[in-house]
């Protein structure tokens, strides 16, 4: 059993998956409360399922990816039995966590994207440091950058760690703090290893867009 907040067919919107049809399930639960959370409804509200139905309701909509997704997913151990099995049924998996919680029991098939919190988003000290360790060729990083000192942190961070020159790096522009050619401009001057990420859900299915 799982407490699932929702399940949900769209365009993926982040991660080197972005454009891809997916079932998105996201989980009910989450131990942080970053300060530009925009799925605050997932922190609590969300039904019990049981893993047939969960695997049935992803299956009608004919999807190959499927992304698990929260709150932290990891909260709940169940978690990992949903993605062997989904692995296990051919579907190309990911998984959106903090790196709060362990990924040492995540299925290897799965692509890991570790949601590194940066200084701006009030929980920069919840990353498990041995996650780096445990981390696979196909990990991905990610950051979200609400300012300068969230870019400058990000980059030691990186540096210190390594991770340019093992895992992909995404830096994504805090949606209504910093712009895309700020954060662009600024990728380009320090001559950062990392790749410019666009939150494209967030465009596709704006109010400005709905409708044409």
């Not at 993926?12 to 959370?37: D, I, K, M």
């Not at 830096?171 to 790749?195: D, F």
């Amino acid at each position: 059993m799982l407490k699932i907040n929702e399940i949900f067919y769209s365009i993926q919107g982040e991660s080197t998956y972005v454009g891809c049809p997916t079932v998105f399930v996201r989980l009910t639960a989450c131990n942080l409360r970053c300060t530009y959370c925009d799925t605050k409804y997932s922190y609590f509200e969300g039904e019990m399922q049981e893993l047939d139905s969960l695997l049935k309701e992803i299956a009608s909509h004919k999807a190959s990816h499927v992304c698990i997704t929260g709150g932290e997913p990891l909260l709940q151990k169940e978690v990992h039995t949903l993605m062997s099995v989904l692995c296990d049924q051919g579907y190309k998996v990911s998984l959106e966590t903090s790196g709060s919680k362990s990924i040492e029991l995540v299925d290897p098939r799965v692509k890991i994207i570790l949601d590194v919190k940066t200084p701006d988003s009030g929980a920069a000290d919840s990353f498990i440091m041995d996650n780096i360790r445990f981390s696979t060729p196909g990990t991905e990083y990610k950051f979200v950058i609400c300012s300068e000192k969230d870019l400058d942190w990000s980059e030691e961070f990186c540096r210190q760690h390594k991770l340019f020159e093992k895992f992909d790096v995404l830096y994504s522009p805090s949606y209504g703090q910093v712009s895309e050619r700020w954060l662009a401009e600024k990728i380009l001057q320090k001559n950062s290893s990392a790749r410019l990420q666009l939150q494209l859900h967030k465009y596709i299915w704006s109010s400005e867009t709905r409708g044409v």
